[in-house]
């Protein structure tokens, strides 16, 4: 079956974070949003069919998860990232920033310290500060076009700190770690005796050419050199972030042990009947469907690329590796950071993630950029941005 990724679908009206909260986001609805991170593209039909044939059954009280929904969440694992685990290695989560949040409660006392390395994904840096936790950042480094970590300051500012939190691809840009990166890390944070939380969730939209590698495999005993937890969903993989399922990974007895017991103390394991049915369908019938779709995002990231090469080189962009989340630096136009913001939304009225969110004001004159729409709507964004700065005519 060949999927229309073309396709525009009218969003608004739907109680859509991403359309219907730009009034009180950015001050006015007639803009095209490319902030929050999920995509324009119509969930599979085989994930709505599931969900369809669930409701068929009109009673919707209290659920669990099936066996063969943990057999379809392990078998995805080991297929696509060689994760050897079963259901007692694992636990459902509602949702991976509810998660991070669970571990920093049960593992960590306030004024703990808490690394993570910028720029972000914002709740990483809010996680800590409102849970009481002490927020530790190492500022990435740009090398060859790619994000990369100042491994001399990361161990510094490891020395002390309780826990890491690691986005792996990274968000934003979608940098992926590889395997001697994360043994680097894994030994680091060994010698520091530093928890690693591995938050995972953009693996599966690693894009042509790249391979993610699992945190959790990366040592021979998959604990990668030390207590690890491993966060995993197929919300943002097959656009179904709505409906907050999620799956948490702990290879170490002892984490898993005490992690899984305060979790279930919590009541948190339930989850919710659809999101239990539509994983299932997600993980044993999507990969055809996900081929399709990562092609279609690395040509979006393709067209990105080519614009801003022909028509806007002075912006300097950290493409996708993985995911369709792209980071912008418009520095070079020599505009404030409030210029362009203004540029942005009140004229070329395209909503972009503001960069000072992802780490501070070292980040002024960045934007993130979503990418996971259809191409004609990316090119006409693309358009007014480049009209928005420089004056120029348009020309598509």
Known sequence: MKYNFDEIIERRGTDCFKWDALPAMYGRDDLTPMWVADMDFRSPDFVMEAIRRRCDHEVLGYTMPSDSYWQAVTAWLQKHYRINTTKESLHFIPGIVAGIAYALLCLTQPGDKVLVTTPVYPPFLNLPKDSGRTLVCSPLKIEDGRFAIDFDDFERKADGCKVFIMSNPHNPAGTVWGKEVLQRIAEICERHNVLVISDEIHADLTLPGHQHVSYSTVSDNSSAGGP?????????????????????????????????????????????????????????????????????????????????????????????????????????????????????????????????????????????????????????????????????????
């Open 228 to 396: 690890a937890i491993t966060f995993m969903a197929p919300s943002k993989t097959f656009n179904i972030a709505g409906l907050g399922s999620s799956v948490c990974h702990i290879a170490n007895p002892d984490l898993r042990k005490r992690f899984f017991g305060w979790l279930d103390a919590l009541g948190v394991a339930g989850g919710n009947i659809f999101a239990f049915t539509a994983a299932e369908a997600a993980f044993k019938e999507g990969d055809e469907w996900l081929r399709q779709m990562l092609e279609y995002l690395n040509e979006n990231v393709q067209t990105l690329d080519e614009f801003l090469s022909t028509r806007m080189p002075k912006v300097k962009a950290v493409l996708p590796e993985a995911s369709y989340l792209a980071w912008l630096d418009f520095n070079n136009y020599g505009l404030s950071h409030e210029q362009l913001k203004e540029l942005l939304i009140n004229k070329a009225k395209v909503a972009l993630n503001d960069g000072t969110t992802f780490g501070g004001e070292q980040y002024r004159g960045c934007f993130r950029m979503n990418l996971g729409c259809p191409r004609a709507v990316l090119t006409d964004c693309l358009c007014r941005i480049e009209q928005a700065l420089t004056g120029s005519p348009r020309t598509c």
